[in-house]
């Protein structure tokens, strides 16, 4: 079942969902959101991007197709720009996990990405974590089993782009990437704090990222 992975603490399967520009205008107002990138290639320079999902709070997520297979469903100019908007606002805080792949993905289609403050790939090593996968991550930690990338593109001969996936299954899919990644950075930030690693992630590691994506 898609949806099992992702349920809330009663049980309930959460629903991610599809939203224009009017309704992630509340990014703004959160002034932080985590994000993943749905992309035509694991190669980060040689991919379209496909879709983004953002989360602002635990449990929910949006997914902003872009360049699916399904023209019909992709968000207009006006959207992509809104995304450009927040993803280059210096006051927005923005979270992921292995950044440096969804930021060089990002700035390969036109982005720019700024006040990066938090990657739960890099937590998870400052922390000596036995895996730093999302999926490892989530299970460990949240005791939610993700859904495999393998189980919507296939693989090998039969693989496909993720552009063919449906906007559906790539809402749930990557909403749950995004919402994971959120989940994870609230506990990472307060086990980070405890051993007193917050500088290390806020003031070096994380504003790397995009410095070294531009090298």
Not at 171 to 190: H, P
Request: charged share 25%; net charge negative.
């Amino acid at each position: 079942n898609i949806n099992s992975a992702v349920t809330n603490d009663d049980g309930e399967i959460i629903v991610y969902h599809q939203k224009e520009i009017s309704q992630i205008s509340t990014i703004k107002k959160e002034g932080c959101f985590s994000f993943d990138t749905e992309t035509s290639s694991l190669k980060p320079f040689d991919s379209q991007l496909v879709g983004i999902s953002i989360s602002v709070q635990p449990e929910t997520a949006w997914y902003i197709p872009i360049a699916h297979s399904d023209s019909d469903k992709n968000v207009d100019q006006n959207v992509i720009q809104f995304l450009k908007d927040i993803f280059k606002d210096p006051f927005i805080e923005k979270v992921a996990h292995n950044a440096n792949f969804d930021i060089s993905v990002l700035v390969n289609n036109g982005f720019e990405v700024n006040n990066m403050v938090f990657d739960t790939m890099i937590a998870a090593n400052l922390l000596g974590k036995r895996s730093n996968s999302l999926k490892s991550l989530a299970l460990e930690i949240l005791n939610i089993n993700m859904m495999p990338i393998v189980d919507l593109i296939g693989k090998g001969k039969d693989q496909k782009s993720f552009a063919e996936v449906s906007i559906d299954e790539a809402t749930k899919y990557s909403g749950s990437d995004a919402d994971m990644t959120l989940r994870l950075k609230n506990i990472f930030e307060k086990d980070l704090k405890k051993f007193g690693l917050e500088n290390i992630m806020k003031n070096i590691e994380a504003p790397l990222v995009p410095v070294i994506v531009k090298m």
